[in-house]
């Protein structure tokens, strides 16, 4: 692996954090950033900056050895309006990435809700310190 694969994976920066995926479950605020990772975060979150490395074995690898068998498509059921507001949870709000690739970066949140539990969802560092400042 080279040093630009390497950098990544471990040199964050606005640009490059954007590989980190959104936690569904997390508020805008707590999301982590670069290596913020939570054991509780999930394989998905945790694993995709490795899978999105040049493959240096086997196809769809990244710089593992083997490709995970790990479901990336939307998950069953829906979220609760009740506890999933707009401010803290833009995801739920008319998001569709399957239809709309720029909804997958960055998505502000549309006018309906509609608690779909989208995965893949990239959000930059920028964007997670915007939710971070306002909570406080």
């Keep these: 692996m080279g040093k630009n694969q390497q950098s990544l994976l471990f040199d964050f920066t606005p640009e490059t954090d954007a590989v980190m995926a959104a936690v569904r479950e997390l508020l805008a605020r707590s999301q982590p950033s670069a290596w913020e990772l939570d054991i509780n975060d999930g394989v998905r979150l945790s694993i995709q900056p490795f899978l999105m490395a040049n493959d240096v074995g086997r196809n769809?690898?990244?710089v593992l050895r083997f490709k995970p068998n790990i479901k990336w498509d939307k998950d069953r059921g829906n979220e609760p309006?009740?506890?999933r507001p707009?401010?803290?949870?833009?995801?739920f709000w008319g998001c569709d990435p399957e239809k709309l690739p720029a909804h997958q970066k960055?998505?502000?949140?549309?006018?309906t809700f509609d608690g779909n539990r989208w995965n893949g969802l990239h959000y930059t560092?920028?964007?997670?310190?915007?939710a971070r400042d306002r909570s406080r």
């Design 60 to 62: 769809g690898a990244g």
């Design 81 to 83: 309006q009740s506890l």
């Design 86 to 91: 707009k401010a803290d949870f833009p995801w």
């Design 106 to 111: 960055d998505f502000p949140g549309g006018d």
């Design 125 to 130: 560092t920028a964007l997670k310190q915007a």
